[in-house]
């Protein structure tokens, strides 16, 4: 399959059912590290779990709906970026994104997301591009901040997590801002 580097020794590509065992492997490393801040579907315990979410989104993109990117960082998997929600007709997507510990802070999922971005505005004419987070994920909120994408508000409470309900934030990127930030 064609991927897209990201930097020297990384790079981005679709993140197929047939990655199901090294997508287990990869989530035995980020599970505990990811799963206050996505949805806990996504938080799978085995090679089962994480198959039946690579088919998911295989059967998503299929009918051009949400999308599934693995980050392979010196050969190993190491994360993702994803769309969680694309919709042409509506003109309007929202991202995700995750990575292992090791892999943060080098600035691959900002270059990731920045390719989903571009392909979604440039290729496909979408007209916006949202990010969801809980209001506390600093991580994320500075993936967004970085994007340039504005918070448009909180939804109070909107986030239930082993017993207490977080603030979440929406973020959001039009394309007419995309573009004028010259990416
Ligand atoms: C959210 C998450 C993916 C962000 O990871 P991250 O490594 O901070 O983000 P990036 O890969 O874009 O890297 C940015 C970091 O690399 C640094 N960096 C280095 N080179 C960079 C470059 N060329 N471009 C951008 N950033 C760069 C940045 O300064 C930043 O580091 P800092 O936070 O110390 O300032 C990660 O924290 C994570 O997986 N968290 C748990 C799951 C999660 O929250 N998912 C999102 C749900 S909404």
């Known amino acids: 399959m064609f991927s897209l580097p990201l930097h020297d020794d990384a790079r981005l590509a679709p993140l197929e059912v047939r990655h199901a065992e090294e997508f287990a492997e990869?989530?035995?490393?980020?599970?505990?590290?990811?799963?206050?801040?996505v949805g806990p579907g996504f938080v799978t315990e085995d090679v089962g779990g994480a198959r039946a979410t690579l088919e998911r989104y295989a059967q998503r993109q299929a009918a051009d709906g949400a999308r599934l990117y693995g980050i392979w960082w010196n050969g190993s998997l190491v994360g993702g970026v994803m769309f969680t929600d694309f919709d042409a007709a509506?003109?309007?997507?929202?991202?995700?994104?995750?990575?292992?510990?090791?892999?943060?802070?080098?600035?691959?999922?900002?270059?990731a997301c920045a390719a989903l971005l571009?392909?979604?505005?440039?290729?496909?004419?979408l007209h916006r591009a949202e990010w969801h987070c809980r209001a506390d994920n600093d991580h994320s909120s500075a993936v967004a901040?970085?994007?340039?994408?504005?918070?448009?508000?909180?939804?109070?409470?909107?986030?239930?997590?082993?017993?207490?309900?977080?603030?979440?934030?929406?973020w959001a990127v039009l394309a007419p801002e995309w573009q004028s930030t010259g990416r």
């Open 90 to 111: 509506v003109g309007s997507c929202e991202l995700g994104c995750w990575l292992e510990p090791s892999a943060e802070g080098h600035g691959l999922v900002t270059r």
């Open 26 to 37: 990869h989530l035995d490393r980020a599970r505990e590290h990811i799963r206050p801040w």
């Open 145 to 170: 901040k970085r994007l340039g994408m504005t918070l448009e508000g909180v939804r109070r409470e909107a986030w239930p997590y082993q017993g207490t309900r977080y603030d979440k934030q929406l």
């Open 118 to 125: 571009e392909w979604a505005f440039t290729t496909r004419k």
